[in-house]
């Protein structure tokens, strides 16, 4: 596959997760020992993954991702992305605040014949934290 090619793949992935809440898509763009490392610990197989993206979705119903920026090359294609949702339901213990959220992050996701082997993500979760009221702001900010 072209990095053309691999980089539609990741527009899709995008928009069926987190436009339409389609948890099927891991089942049919991932290998079966697909794993997600993100910022708390790696998650081994499509349904780890798509067990934790439900959470996300609990606790973020109305949750959307805009790709802001995409590289390609080789079998790998990053991208710097924009969430946006309100929190309204528990999510990491913390209880529903009713806050809108915004969350930048980068994602990388390496290719293999035409899936997806495994997947990079680091977000910023202290700002999350910050807008959710769990952590305060910086003295210098």
């Not at 934790?52 to 979705?57: E, G, K, L, Q």
Request: glycine share 8%; with cysteine; net charge negative.
């Amino acid at each position: 596959m072209t990095t053309e090619d691999n980089k539609a793949l990741v527009r899709r992935y995008v928009d069926e997760l987190f436009q339409q809440k389609n948890l099927a898509i891991f089942d049919e763009l991932c290998v079966p020992d697909f794993v997600l490392y993100n910022d708390a610990v790696p998650l081994q197989g499509p349904e780890a993954v798509k067990h934790f993206h439900s959470t996300v979705f609990i606790a973020f119903p109305d949750i959307q991702m805009t790709i802001e920026h995409m590289l390609a090359e080789g079998d790998t294609v990053a991208w710097r992305y924009t969430t946006h949702g309100t929190h309204q339901g528990n999510n990491m213990g913390i209880p529903p605040t009713g806050k809108q959220v915004t969350v930048t992050g980068i994602s990388f996701v390496r290719f293999s014949g035409g899936k997806m082997v495994e997947q990079w993500t680091y977000s910023d979760a202290v700002g999350l934290l910050r807008q959710l009221g769990v952590l305060p702001a910086p003295s210098w900010a």
